[in-house]
T-cell receptor, first 118, second 114 residues
Framework: NAGVTQTPKFQVLKTGQSMTLQCAQDMNHEYMSWYRQDPGMGLRLIHYSVGAGITDQGEVPNGYNVSRSTTEDFPLRLLSAAPSQTSVYFC?????????????????FGPGTRLTVL | AQSVTQLDSHVSVSEGTPVLLRCNYSSSYSPSLFWYVQHPNKGLQLLLKYTSAATLVKGINGFEAEFKKSETSFHLTKPSAHMSDAAEYFCVVSGENQGGKLIFGQGTELSVKP
């Protein structure tokens, strides 16, 4: 198993450009999510999905779109890049499950995409 | 609302001495709690998790954590630090009715001196 893969590893954009960060997993996990990591702030949830065709917003969704057409893929789109979106982006997946909506499953993280917006 | 507070942004220990990384949580319901580790320029790896079974949880690489409901704490410990333990550590909570979402603490950077 490749686990969770992300492309590209590094990207530099100019303000106003758009792009898509790719994320794929081969573990047949229902739950997938995108986080951004900024110094001193831990990881913050951008968007997540509990299955194909179902997505929802996390803590910091503005400026990002997602879709989930297949179980395996969960791309993150930046609509019009801004310098405030300079960050490291992580995709993660896990089995769905828990009680009362509480997760007790390990999330598996990709290696990250380091994005710089000039 | 849930939250996680890691009480130290940076901890420095000598090799062979104990490690203590402190985490307090806030949750209206019984939470699931996790510790993840991130080595430089790498993704995150699960160290251990608490999901309402035993309150003392053992993880990988000799780490363990104890869930203390009365203190709302989930501190991470290791009896003897190794140079390879130098990394950033995140305490994470998942609460009820949250759709499986995780809330991350700000992280604690652990340095290990020879």
């Amino acid at each position: 198993n490749a686990g969770v893969t992300q492309t590209p590893k590094f990207q530099v954009l100019k303000t106003g450009q758009s792009m898509t960060l790719q994320c794929a997993q081969d573990m047949n996990h229902e739950y997938m999510s995108w986080y951004r990591q900024d110094p001193g702030m831990g990881l913050r949830l951008i968007h997540y999905s509990v299955g194909a065709g179902i997505t929802d917003q996390g803590e910091v969704p503005n400026g990002y779109n997602v879709s989930r057409s297949t179980t395996e893929d969960f791309p993150l789109r930046l609509l019009s890049a801004a310098p405030s979106q300079t960050s490291v982006y992580f995709c993660a997946s896990s089995r769905q499950g828990g009680t009362s909506g509480r997760s007790y499953n390990e999330q598996f993280f990709g290696p990250g995409t380091r994005l710089t917006v000039l | 609302a849930q939250s996680v507070t890691q009480l130290d942004s940076h901890v420095s220990v000598s090799e062979g001495t104990p490690v203590l990384l402190r985490c307090n949580y806030s949750s209206s319901y019984s939470p699931s709690l996790f510790w993840y580790v991130q080595h430089p320029n790498k993704g995150l790896q699960l160290l251990l998790k608490y999901t309402s079974a035993a309150t003392l949880v053992k993880g990988i690489n000799g780490f363990e954590a104890e869930f203390k409901k009365s203190e709302t704490s989930f501190h991470l410990t290791k009896p003897s630090a190794h140079m390879s333990d130098a990394a950033e550590y995140f305490c994470v909570v998942s609460g009820e009715n949250q759709g499986g979402k995780l809330i991350f603490g700000q992280g604690t950077e652990l340095s290990v001196k020879p």
